[in-house]
DNA sequence: CTTTCAGCCTGACGGC
DNA sequence: TGCCGTCAGGCTGAAA
C-alpha cells in the first residue's frame, strides 16, 4: 500500500530511468482506472521528454518539456516498473517506450491508481502540508487541530486536504510512539502532544523511507511492500497482541472506516 | 461550510 | 481441492 515513503521511494528509484528521456511510445491497455485515463493521453504523452521526477503527497509527478505535468497515483496495488515487464504481466495499464530503448509499466490490480496530465499543482486536489517538510510543525499542527476540534485525531492526520501522504499504517504506528489515542478528539490535545505527534509523523515516515529504499526497485516482493518495514510495525494489525513496549494488551477498531489500532497502555 | 460514508476493485485468506 | 464470503484500503462524490 503505497503511502509516502513508498512513493517517495518510487520517484528517486525511476527518476534516473526516466529524467532525460523522451517518450517514444505510450500504450493504454486498459483506461479503467479510478480515474479513467484520457482517450488522447498516448498523443499528448508521446514525444515528450521528462525533466524531472517528484512526489506531491502520493502524487508522483513528472515535469515535462513544454506545458503540463504528468501525474501517476499507484492507488492501493499500484506499481511503476522499469525495465522488462513484470512478471505476472496482468493488469499492466499502461506501458511506456523511452528513447533509450527503456520500458516503464504502470501495474495496478485493483485499479484505484490514476494517470493523468495536468498543469498546475492545485489540479491534484486540495493537498494540505507535506508531512517532511520544516512547514509541518508543532504551530501547524495546532492550527489544524483548532480549525477541526471535532474530528479525531487519526482522521485528521490522514485527510490529505490537511496533511498529505500519511496513511493508515503510518497513522497508527505515529500515533503509537507519540503515546496519542487515534480516538482522541482534537478539541482535547494538549500543545505537548501536539509536539510529539508531529514528531513521530516525521519518525516514521523517514524510518520508512530509509528502510523502503532498497528492495522497492525489483519489485520481487509478491506485495511490493518495502523490505523490512512490516517487521517494525507496533500497532498495526496487531489487534489482541500484547504491545511490545509496555505489555498492555493492543485495541482494535474501526475509525473513519479504516483498521484502527492502539495499545491500551501507552496511548492515552 | 463540515463531516460521514458507501462504493470502487482484486487478491488473499479462512472456513467448510 | 475448490468454492464462497469477508476484508483490506485511498479517494471521490453524494448525503447528512
Given at each position: 500500500?503505497?503511502?509516502?515513503?513508498?512513493?517517495?521511494?518510487?520517484?528517486?528509484?525511476?527518476?534516473?530511468?526516466?529524467?532525460?528521456?523522451?517518450?517514444?511510445?505510450?500504450?493504454?491497455?486498459?483506461?479503467?482506472l479510478?480515474r479513467?485515463v484520457d482517450?488522447?493521453f498516448?498523443?499528448?504523452?508521446?514525444?515528450?521528454?521528462?525533466?524531472?521526477?517528484?512526489?506531491?503527497?502520493?502524487?508522483?509527478?513528472?515535469?515535462?518539456?513544454?506545458?503540463?505535468?504528468w501525474a501517476v497515483h499507484?492507488?492501493?496495488?499500484?506499481?511503476?516498473?522499469?525495465?522488462?515487464?513484470?512478471?505476472?504481466?496482468?493488469?499492466?495499464?499502461?506501458?511506456?517506450?523511452?528513447?533509450?530503448?527503456?520500458?516503464?509499466?504502470?501495474?495496478?490490480?485493483?485499479?484505484?491508481?490514476a494517470c493523468f496530465l495536468f498543469?498546475?499543482?492545485?489540479?491534484?486536489?486540495?493537498?494540505?502540508?507535506?508531512?517532511?517538510?520544516?512547514?509541518?510543525?508543532?504551530?501547524?499542527?495546532?492550527?489544524?487541530?483548532?480549525?477541526?476540534?471535532?474530528?479525531?485525531?487519526?482522521?485528521?492526520?490522514?485527510?490529505?486536504?490537511?496533511?498529505?501522504?500519511?496513511?493508515?499504517?503510518?497513522?497508527?504506528?505515529?500515533?503509537?510512539?507519540?503515546?496519542?489515542?487515534?480516538?482522541?478528539?482534537?478539541?482535547?490535545?494538549?500543545?505537548?502532544?501536539?509536539?510529539?505527534?508531529?514528531?513521530?509523523?516525521?519518525?516514521?515516515?523517514?524510518?520508512?523511507?530509509?528502510?523502503?529504499?532498497?528492495?522497492?526497485?525489483?519489485?520481487?516482493?509478491?506485495?511490493?511492500?518495502?523490505?523490512?518495514?512490516?517487521?517494525?510495525?507496533?500497532?498495526?494489525?496487531?489487534?489482541?497482541?500484547?504491545?511490545?513496549?509496555?505489555?498492555?494488551?493492543?485495541?482494535?477498531?474501526?475509525?473513519?472506516?479504516?483498521?484502527?489500532?492502539?495499545?491500551?497502555?501507552?496511548?492515552?
Amino acid at each position: 500500500m503505497p503511502e509516502l515513503p513508498e512513493v517517495e521511494t518510487i520517484c528517486r528509484t525511476v527518476a534516473p530511468y526516466l529524467v532525460g528521456r523522451r517518450i517514444e511510445e505510450v500504450q493504454v491497455h486498459d483506461k479503467r482506472l479510478r480515474r479513467p485515463v484520457d482517450p488522447e493521453f498516448h498523443e499528448k504523452l508521446t514525444g515528450r521528454r521528462v525533466l524531472a521526477a517528484r512526489r506531491r503527497g502520493k502524487y508522483l509527478v513528472f515535469e515535462l518539456d513544454g506545458e503540463g505535468a504528468w501525474a501517476v497515483h499507484l492507488g492501493m496495488s499500484g506499481r511503476l516498473i522499469v525495465g522488462r515487464p513484470p512478471q505476472a504481466a496482468r493488469h499492466v495499464h499502461v506501458e511506456i517506450r523511452l528513447d533509450d530503448g527503456g520500458s516503464l509499466y504502470f501495474q495496478d490490480p485493483r485499479r484505484f491508481g490514476a494517470c493523468f496530465l495536468f498543469h498546475e499543482d492545485q489540479d491534484l486536489g486540495n493537498l494540505g502540508i507535506e508531512p517532511l517538510a520544516d512547514d509541518f510543525d508543532e504551530a501547524a499542527l495546532w492550527v489544524l487541530r483548532t480549525a477541526h476540534k471535532r474530528l479525531m485525531i487519526k482522521t485528521l492526520l490522514m485527510d490529505q486536504r490537511f496533511v498529505v501522504g500519511v496513511g493508515n499504517i503510518y497513522a497508527n504506528e505515529a500515533l503509537h510512539i507519540a503515546g496519542v489515542r487515534p480516538t482522541r478528539r482534537c478539541a482535547r490535545l494538549r500543545r505537548r502532544e501536539a509536539t510529539r505527534i508531529v514528531a513521530a509523523v516525521k519518525l516514521v515516515l523517514q524510518r520508512a523511507i530509509a528502510l523502503g529504499g532498497s528492495s522497492l526497485l525489483d519489485y520481487r516482493d509478491a506485495n511490493g511492500q518495502p523490505g523490512g518495514f512490516q517487521r517494525t510495525l507496533r500497532v498495526y494489525g496487531r489487534g489482541g497482541e500484547a504491545c511490545e513496549v509496555c505489555g498492555s494488551e493492543i485495541r482494535a477498531r474501526t475509525v473513519g472506516g479504516r483498521g484502527t489500532f492502539w495499545c491500551s497502555g501507552c496511548q492515552s
